[in-house]
């Protein structure tokens, strides 16, 4: 159980309510035990009354009080039964709260590298599946766990207490029962694990199946896919059902061997009441306390299982609570961002692909400019802009920021003060104004439109029947992916930020609206530090700056018409794209 131990801080946290459950746990279980001693002193009055040595409105008197007695103690048995669940159950919930908060905010801290590295559905069954297997452990497996201690501890040196040797026999066959428990457990342990790691590839294999079901349609690939799924489905069943049997001997070996006790209690209680050692009403006692212990000995296999799956999911999740954020804070205190931005020799590798992107690349960014970059693809113009937001961190070379080094900024301060247009927009399944809203959740109506028209979407808007208010598909699929641009665009603008970074971000539309949208952000984006990606010239001929790349090394610097004015890359690519504008 040491992976479970991470859950030791959660209950030290609820540690009040937990004690308060067990303690209510165990008031209810000793009130349950009064009815087999009343059951007994029953018997005993009906012995008494058949010797003719009670009376017959005695013995009424006494089995009308043993009744209500025994009525009593099994309502208030029952009350605090209900509020064990109420206590212990809701702390499970809230353990199981924290921990899904604590998996999600860890997992907005790792690097991008990370999720390169894992599926999405990988990481939504390790917070969905694992993290609800571990609340049973927290909650019903400490519960039920606690109330067979409870009765363990009680009865069965109270059984010794009243008969020794009855109870001996009684007991004999639980050794058996916790052997077998240590062998099959070990068993489930590690089929659970298997379990949970299929599910793991079966939800990512239906995310990603949903995700690109245009593609899948488009070529045709339905059969296939369901040919997937059934392999999947079965391989699914094969597992489970391994682990199905391996439960499936808990229970009957639990009902065989407490049949055992019950067999043993009335043959051997039935020799020592011939011989006078014991009198009728403690066979029927024990009797009681042997189907008393049915439960928490049947409950010892359900709580094994619990465990071992428990144990298999934290470990899966500690897997990933152990990942190390390699992008980290190191400056606690806000710092303020005007815009100035320097490479200082700046190289840098993808840990995932070892693509060398960027190789010794300098330049500087005056507070301000606006900044065009162009190059072919993989020339590494998008790192560029990832290293500005620190998504990664140079492999050698520096990044400045207001002659600051990047690393000595705080970084909530640094992203705050980004607005960023990604290559591939992505748009949450929500309403328009919502997404554009995004970039400032406490926008004014009219600042949304504002910059709806600025990134020239606002018609395209106006013209769907709820306008605003249209609630997207999931990634943005209702809108075009000319739409979906300019409605990540709005919402940079309406951050305004000190610094935009639009990476190839009018890929989508037009040359006539891209030319639109240059001239407004052009006014929009004043005093602002702006980084435009793209592959087409027409983006750069208003930049104060352009930087070409080639193959990861910085081809060409300077102004449009500097560029322009001699042989290389830059004017090759204007005569080019001149020229079929023309055509």
């Not at 907005?108 to 452990?137: A, C, H, P, W």
Request: charged share 25%; with cysteine; proline share 2%.
């Amino acid at each position: 159980m040491k992976e479970l131990k991470h859950l030791n801080k959660y209950f030290r946290k609820y540690w009040f309510k937990l004690l308060m459950g067990i303690i209510i746990t165990i008031i209810a279980r000793i009130f349950s035990l009064v009815l087999p001693s009343y059951v007994n002193k029953a018997f005993e009055v009906i012995d008494d009354l058949a010797a003719r040595s009670m009376g017959q409105d005695q013995a009424t008197d006494l089995l009308t009080e043993y009744i209500l007695i025994i009525v009593g103690t099994a309502l208030l048995s029952g009350i605090f039964t209900f509020l064990m669940r109420q206590t212990i159950i809701n702390v499970s919930r809230y353990i199981e709260y924290d921990l899904k908060n604590e998996v999600f905010d860890h997992y907005q801290f790792l690097n991008l590298d990370f999720y390169k590295k894992n599926r999405t559905g990988d990481l939504m069954n390790r917070i969905s599946e694992d993290v609800g297997q571990v609340r049973l452990y927290s909650g019903p497996a400490v519960m039920y766990g606690i109330n067979a201690l409870t009765l363990f501890g009680c009865l069965i040196p109270l059984m010794f207490i009243k008969a020794p040797t009855l109870a001996l026999y009684t007991v004999l066959p639980f050794p058996i029962l916790s052997f077998l428990i240590y062998k099959i457990s070990k068993v489930i342990h590690r089929r659970s694990t298997k379990v949970q790691e299929f599910l793991s590839s079966l939800s990512t294999f239906t995310q990603e199946s949903f995700s690109g079901i245009s593609v899948i349609k488009a070529y045709g690939l339905e059969p296939q896919t369901h040919k997937e799924v059934v392999g999947l489905a079965n391989e699914g069943k094969d597992k489970s059902m391994n682990l199905a049997k391996v439960n499936a001997w808990f229970f009957p070996l639990m009902v065989l061997l407490i049949g055992v006790s019950n067999l043993f209690v009335i043959y051997i209680g039935g020799m020592q009441y011939i011989n006078g050692e014991i009198g009728i009403g403690l066979i029927a006692e024990f009797i009681l306390y042997v189907n008393m212990l049915t439960w928490p000995v049947a409950i010892v296999g359900w709580l094994t299982s619990i465990v071992q799956r428990a144990e298999a999911s934290q470990a899966r999740i500690n897997e990933f609570l152990k990942e190390e954020p390699k992008i980290k804070n190191e400056i606690a205190e806000e710092t303020s961002i005007n815009g100035k931005i320097e490479f200082r020799n700046v190289s840098f590798t993808y840990d995932d692909t070892n693509i060398n992107a960027l190789k010794n690349i300098s330049f500087t960014i005056k507070k301000g400019d606006t900044v065009a970059i162009l190059g072919k693809t993989g020339s590494g113009k998008s790192t560029i802009l990832d290293l500005i937001a620190r998504l990664y961190d140079v492999t050698d070379g520096e990044i400045l920021v207001d002659d600051i080094s990047i690393k000595k900024l705080n970084l909530k301060s640094l992203r705050e003060s980004i607005g960023a247009v990604p290559q591939d927009a992505f748009l949450f399944s929500d309403t328009i104004k919502e997404n554009i809203k995004f970039g400032k959740e406490n926008a004014a109506e009219e600042e949304v439109i504002k910059v709806a028209k600025n990134a020239v979407v606002h018609e395209n808007i106006m013209g769907f029947s709820k306008q605003y208010e249209t609630v997207l598909g999931e990634r943005g699929i209702t809108l075009s992916g000319g739409q979906k641009q300019r409605v990540s665009i709005a919402r940079a603008l309406l951050k305004d930020p000190k610094i935009y970074l639009f990476d190839d971000c009018l890929s989508a539309v037009d040359t006539e609206t891209e030319e639109e949208i240059l001239n407004n952000l052009e006014g929009a984006s004043n005093d602002r530090t702006t980084l435009i990606v793209s592959h087409r010239v027409s983006s750069a001929k208003n930049a104060d700056k352009v930087l070409v790349l080639e193959d990861g090394r910085l081809l060409q610097e300077g102004t449009h018409e500097k560029l322009n004015s001699i042989d290389g890359y830059y004017k090759e690519l204007y005569l080019n794209q001149l020229s079929e504008k023309e055509n």
